[in-house]
């Protein structure tokens, strides 16, 4: 469940036990299946190096119980001849496994965030506006790598040191049982207390990563509201938030330090009061005879090469878990279902009649609708202006139509097709909308302007560039392919909706949608934007959002959203004489008399 | 027709980009920072390090102590002397265990919380600077790597101390430790056994100096990830309409793929070089046995040394292996250091001034002393602008696009700092003034209206956070935006979402100049504020300008010229030159005047 206020923000951080631990981990298991022999390799060449190393001890004992006893020198070469051997296989094998292995993890890793992007990428606006996208980047670089980290290191090792850890058991019970039986039961607080480490340590470390999200998400509001907060020198302010989130990500963290450290050190000490026991023991089965001295080392050596598997068991586990939460929070992204999910309609030759027929729409959380009963009728090539006060559902009902939302009730139609039945690539290729907002990416110029249609030939991208008034474009250091600053930032807001026009110019969208899109052109600007608007509109159907006579004046015929819906529509004379409200909203006379005074 | 290689444009600098002599300097700069870091924790420090070695000497002792077990306590039992020795030597070993115990448990806490602390330390360092730092800068820098340097980077010092500290400090006191030990033990044994020790410092040396320049790749790889990400999710709007998805997915594809390289590399190196760890470890094992073997049938060495021996090996060549994994961390960790000192050592280009002049009750007076500006150099955007106002009168600022109104905006708000000339408040030099100050007095509202997540009346507030809510209502109200909020499901406490999302732009508009009318300031500067309102709340704005601007200067940027005739005074810029300065009414009437000319397209526009 995503985050929908900021005072819950993480209400699966509450319940981590809700998911059977380690299902989202064993979900994407598929992501490994071109890797299958990779994964054989790899286990093939573990399984080996951990014979290898069990076997090195073996002949350490054959050497001291052999010629060091019996002062046979000529043997000792033959024995550590072989001991060198095994080494060198060892070694071998683990470098096969580690090439195999690189490829696998990354590929895995890769392809995930390939898939996590595609899936964010195509899940509607009212996701978006719900996430903060600090979180969503948290998933996307923070846990992937995490995740990357255990299905390479983590898992492989795990298998490894059980495996090592139950051999070498099995081995030391041949060697000599009393002593093995020792060693295997210390396995056994070691067991327990790793599955009670993960109990507490789930829960720390989840709260540890949505810490780490809510500190992403202060930090990229600072980023984005770098201007305001300057303008208003409040940096205080917004260093406070981040750092109250940032404290209680320390202490966190600080918790979360305790608590490994307190299984790290037992993991460790255990092996080491196993081999007091062991070396009491064997000394003393080795004073009475029933041991060699030869196997007590062999012993002992095999023991302590146990340390490390056991020991390195704890991060192993700590990052498994990690790994667990971590894949909990890619899925619970993977599996949101998008609400906007297109038909398989595609209209063969659009006219672009646009119906809107008793559209209602609210937000999810609203207690009512924004906008209820809108019916509105657009002929193939004609454009209506859609005039209402701030705030009163005119961007929202442009957004209907090429469904960056969805109705709540009626239906918006295209020739008679209901939106909700075309596929949504054809719909938005019918549908093009110059925001009032423009949003422009650290890309090219043209990647910018061309961002509808990339195979525009350059005579349209000039011209849709001219109509835009855009032409700026030509003069800058690399023409069209010097890179736009973020949010084009370098650009002037006026410069930006241009940009964003052409944009929509280019797309030669069957329905045109113009949000307020020249609300910050000067009136000369504007002026020669709507003379090539006109001829671009004459062939389009369109929809212009507009708070200024001069902008109303592109239309056909003029909508007044009122109350949520629309309560007048015809000529923008019309209107005018007979409906007071939209006086009201579009008169100049007011303007006029403020101007000559 | 573009390819995937080519959509990010030209740009004229590449930030990230690092010659190899340059490389020498940035550690320098990483190690200046640490120090300055971990400074504060020197005494901590000190005891983590007596902690460390007692661990340390502890875990040494322990096959130490299995040779005199095997040495001095089997003899007296095989002549039926009892077990005494041998269980004093066992008592010893329990001990020895249990010191290492309380030693290791000290020193993880210990050192895991310091570590913490200079994270937080290091968080609130770069925030801080981030802010320190000029809209310039931010312009250049782009929010998306300002957010990758504040979360990835410092995601990567985390790991560091989560695993590799503790990794590296054993190793390093293991490889001491276990030297000087093997030479006690038996010098001609000891020196063939640590015959091998050039071999692995030679290795150690290969794998750092080839990781580290791995590492960096890797660095710069997920920067350009996470910038393409962000812009992604931010612009989400534009990518859908647009039908983006595919595009984007290509070039995602693509930074993700020179990412998947980048690390491809990393993992290829270690991929040799624990293996080759791992090689040099066996051999010396294996010769240590032979030659041990010899040495023990010639009476030099006990069977209880040979055996310490061999421990003493594997409890070095084991944790070796896996340092080379924690090792990778400490390459990241240090490749993101360099990032994050290089940031830190940015210098602000707006300095804030050491001594800076007191400005207690600001009267609004401004004066552009021959200021001239240009972003490019050579490419001026004001040349040699000279302009008074006293305080109290409102200056409209009119002109086509890119004549330079919006640069007049910023240096007054100080977001940039002339390249030539002065501009003076009250007398005093923007450059004199301490931020506090400064923006007490100044306060631009812009189009961009960003606001906040949070409730409505928090973002009100931010313009003078000490606000009642009562004050809050009311600057609402003085400026027409108290009618739409109430509205709103749960008035002033309904929260924002991301972004802003449900707001209106005329919405965030009006939320924008309710949160500058409440903080009140001497100046205000008003950059195309009034662009997405529509006319009767541009008309309710106006209406309470006119009494908000009575008392205070304002500088006010517009295309609309119904924002002008509040104005006292306009100016007319063309090309970074005033061409016409008076009153509106008398430029009107100069016959064939810009602004007349203006006016006239104007008044006809709204016909």
Same mark, same amino acid.
């Given at each position: 469940m995503p985050p929908t206020t900021v005072t819950h923000p993480h209400p699966a951080a509450t319940d981590p036990?809700?998911?059977?631990?380690g299902t989202s981990l064993w979900r994407l298991?598929?992501?490994l299946a071109p890797y299958v022999w990779a994964l054989v390799v790899m286990a093939v060449s573990a399984v080996g190096t951990v014979a290898a190393a069990l076997s090195i001890p073996l002949v350490v004992r054959a050497i001291i119980d052999g010629p060091i006893t019996s002062g046979?020198?000529?043997?000792?070469w033959p024995l550590g001849l072989l001991a060198l051997l095994l080494g060198a296989v060892e070694a071998g094998l683990i470098l096969l496994r580690r090439w195999v292995q690189a490829s696998a993890v990354l590929g895995l890793e890769t392809t995930l965030r390939g898939d996590l992007y595609a899936k964010l990428d195509s899940l509607p606006m009212a996701f978006h506006a719900r996430w903060q996208s600090g979180q969503l980047l948290s998933r996307v670089t923070i846990d992937l790598s995490t995740i990357r980290r255990f299905s390479g290191f983590g898992l492989l090792f795990l298998v490894i040191n059980i495996i090592q850890l139950f051999a070498t058991v099995a081995v030391l019970l041949n060697l000599y049982w009393p002593l093995g039986l020792v060693v295997a039961i210390a396995a056994v607080p070691i067991i327990w207390l790793s599955r009670s480490f993960e109990h507490g340590y789930v829960v720390v470390s989840r709260r540890v990563q949505d810490q780490q999200g809510d500190v992403a998400s202060q930090v990229e509001e600072a980023a984005l509201g770098m201007r305001v907060i300057r303008a208003f020198g409040r940096r205080d302010l917004a260093y406070d938030k981040y750092d109250r989130q940032a404290s209680q990500l320390f202490d966190s963290s600080v918790a979360k330090v305790r608590l490994s450290a307190r299984f790290w050190t037992f993991l460790e000490i255990i092996p080491n009061v196993a081999l007091a026991i062991v070396l009491l023991l064997g000394a003393i089965a080795v004073g009475n005879g029933s041991l060699s001295l030869g196997t007590l080392v062999a012993f002992i050596t095999l023991m302590l090469s146990l340390v490390w598997p056991v020991a390195s068991l704890g991060v192993i586990l700590s990052m498994a878990q990690e790994a667990m939460t971590a894949a909990d929070r890619v899925v619970e992204v993977l599996d949101?279902?998008?609400?906007i999910v297109g038909g398989d309609r595609v209209l063969?030759? /659009?006219?672009?009649r646009l119906r809107f027929e008793g559209v209602g729409f609210a937000f999810?959380?609203?207690?009512?609708?924004?906008?209820?009963?809108v019916d509105l009728d657009v002929a193939p090539g004609e454009t209506v202006a859609v005039v209402g006060a701030t705030g009163s559902g005119k961007t929202t009902l442009t957004a209907l139509v090429p469904r960056l939302y969805d109705v709540t009730t009626g239906r918006v139609t295209i020739d008679g097709v209901d939106?909700?039945?075309?596929t949504i690539a054809s719909l938005r290729q019918l549908v093009a909308t110059a925001f009032e907002e423009p949003t422009l990416f650290s890309m090219s110029a043209r990647e910018n302007v061309t961002l509808?249609? /990339?195979?525009?030939?350059e005579a349209d991208i000039r011209e849709a560039l001219e109509v835009a008034q855009a032409s700026f474009v030509h003069d800058l /250091?690399?023409?069209?392919d010097t890179r736009i600053g973020e949010q084009g930032m370098s650009l002037s807001g006026g410069q930006r909706q241009r940009l964003a026009l052409a944009r929509a110019v280019l797309a030669q969208p069957r329905i045109l949608v113009l949000d307020?899109?020249?609300?910050?052109?000067d009136v000369h600007t504007e002026a020669l934007v709507e003379v090539a608007l006109r001829a671009v509109l004459r062939d389009a159907t369109g929809i212009v959002v507009a708070h200024r006579a001069s902008t109303v004046l592109l239309a056909d015929k003029v909508a007044l959203l009122e109350g949520g819906t629309i309560t007048a529509v015809g000529r923008h004379s019309d209107l005018l004489a007979t409906v007071p409200a939209y006086r009201e909203l579009l008169s100049a006379d007011a303007d006029l008399a403020g101007a000559a005074a | 027709m573009s390819t995937a290689a080519d959509w990010r444009g030209v740009a004229?600098?590449?930030?990230d980009d690092f010659t190899d002599r340059v490389t020498l300097l940035l550690r320098d700069r990483s190690r200046r920072l640490l120090t300055s870091l971990l400074r504060p924790h020197r005494r901590i420090l000190a005891v983590v390090l007596a902690v460390v070695l007692v661990e340390n000497a502890a875990r040494l002792a322990i096959p130490y102590l299995v040779k005199e077990g095997i040495d001095r306590g089997i003899p007296p039992m095989q002549a039926g002397e009892g077990s005494s020795v041998l269980t004093t030597i066992t008592v010893v070993v329990l001990m020895t265990v249990a010191v290492q115990a309380v030693a290791r448990q000290a020193f993880l806490t210990m050192s895991g919380q310091v570590g913490q602390r200079v994270l937080l330390e290091l968080r609130r360092r770069l925030f801080r600077h981030f802010q320190r730092l000029s809209p310039a800068f931010h312009d250049r820098y782009t929010s998306g790597r300002m957010i990758s340097r504040m979360t990835s980077d410092i995601e990567a010092i985390d790991e560091m101390l989560d695993t590799g500290f503790d990794g590296l400090i054993n190793a390093a006191l293991t490889l001491v430790g276990t030297a000087v030990l093997l030479l006690v033990l038996d010098v001609p044994l000891g020196l063939v056994a640590l015959g091998s020790f050039p071999l692995l410092l030679w290795l150690s040396a290969w794998f750092r100096r080839e990781s580290a320049v791995a590492y960096r790749r890797t660095r710069e790889t997920v920067a350009a990830v996470i910038v393409h990400f962000v812009e992604t999710m931010t612009g989400i709007r534009a990518v859908q309409a647009f039908r983006r998805e595919t595009r984007n997915e290509e070039i995602f594809g693509q930074v993700n793929d020179d990412y998947r390289l980048a690390n491809m590399r990393a993992f290829r190196l270690i991929g040799l070089f624990m293996p080759g760890i791992k090689l040099i470890g066996n051999v010396t094992i294996a010769i240590t046995l032979i030659y041990g073997a010899y040495r023990t049938l010639d009476g030099a060495v006990t069977i209880g040394a040979l055996a310490a021996f061999l421990i003493y090996l594997r409890q070095f060549f084991e944790p070796m292996q896996d340092i080379s994994q924690f090792y990778n961390t400490f390459q990241s960790a240090g490749a993101a250091l360099e990032k994050l000192s290089g940031v830190l050592e940015e210098?602000?280009?707006?300095p804030e001034p050491s001594r800076p002049v007191p400005? #207690?009750?600001?009267?609004? #007076?401004v004066h552009f002393d021959d200021v001239r500006f240009e972003y490019?150099?050579?490419?001026?955007?004001?040349?040699a602008l000279d302009l008074d106002v006293p305080a109290g009168q409102t200056l409209a600022v009119v002109g086509?696009?890119?004549?330079?109104k919006t640069t007049i905006a910023k240096l007054m708000a100080r977001f940039y700092d002339p390249s030539g000339g002065r501009v003076l408040l009250d007398g005093i030099d923007?450059?004199?003034?301490?931020e506090t100050d400064l923006r007490a007095a100044v306060v631009m509202v812009t189009q961009e209206n960003f606001v906040f997540a949070g409730t409505v009346a928090d973002n009100i507030r931010f313009?003078?956070?000490?606000?009642?809510d009562a004050e809050v209502v009311a600057a609402a109200e003085a400026i027409g935006a108290d009618a739409f909020i109430a509205d709103?499901?749960?008035?002033?406490?309904t929260r924002i979402e991301s972004r802003g999302g449900r707001l209106s732009a005329g919405q965030r508009q009006l939320v924008a100049f309710a949160r500058a009318f409440l903080a009140d300031p001497a100046v205000l500067i008003l950059d195309e504020? #009034?662009?997405?309102?529509?006319v009767p709340s541009e008309r309710l704005v106006q209406r309470a300008l006119r009494t908000i601007l009575a008392s205070r200067t304002a500088i006010i940027i517009a295309h609309r010229l119904s924002t002008v005739e509040i104005a006292d005074r306009v100016l007319v810029l063309e090309d970074g030159t005033v061409v016409e300065d008076g009153a509106p009414a008398a430029l009107i009437a100069s016959e064939g005047g810009r602004y007349a000319g203006l006016h006239a397209a104007w008044v006809e526009s709204l016909a």
């Open positions: 036990s809700r998911r059977r631990a298991r598929g992501y046979d020198r000529a043997a000792i949101t279902k998008s609400t063969d030759q /659009p006219r672009g999810p959380d609203a207690d009512r609708p924004l906008l209820r009963d939106v909700r039945e075309l509808g249609r /990339p195979d525009a030939p /250091p690399w023409g069209l307020d899109t020249l609300s910050a052109l | 004229a600098e590449s930030q210098e602000p280009d707006v400005l #207690t009750e600001p009267h609004g #007076t490019v150099e050579h490419r001026p955007v004001l040349q086509a696009t890119g004549a330079g923007l450059r004199d003034l301490s313009g003078r956070p000490a606000a009642s709103l499901p749960e008035g002033y406490q504020a #009034t662009s997405s309102l529509d």
